[in-house]
């Protein structure tokens, strides 16, 4: 998810909130575990995501996954490197 967010972010999300388009999320995924991506698009429960490096081609890019698989949305983040 560079340049947004780095390795050494800390991330607080919340399973409370509604998703919507442009959110960013943590994705439970059988290929590369637990992974931040953005919410492209939202059809029938289903949510389309990508990543924000779009130089970067992610195989989870445009893959679509239901919402027992969003453990959180991300609600406010922590970089450690400007402390």
Do not use: C, H, W
């Amino acid at each position: 998810m560079a340049p947004n967010y780095l390795d050494n972010d800390l991330v607080i999300t919340t399973k409370l909130a509604l998703f919507n388009v442009n959110d960013v999320v943590v994705l439970k995924t059988n290929l590369d575990g637990n992974v931040l991506k953005r919410i492209k698009s939202i059809e029938n429960n289903t949510y389309e995501v990508e990543g924000d490096n779009k130089s970067y081609d992610s195989k989870i890019n445009n893959m679509f996954f239901k919402k027992n698989q969003i453990l959180g949305k991300v609600i406010l983040k922590f970089n450690f490197l400007s402390f």
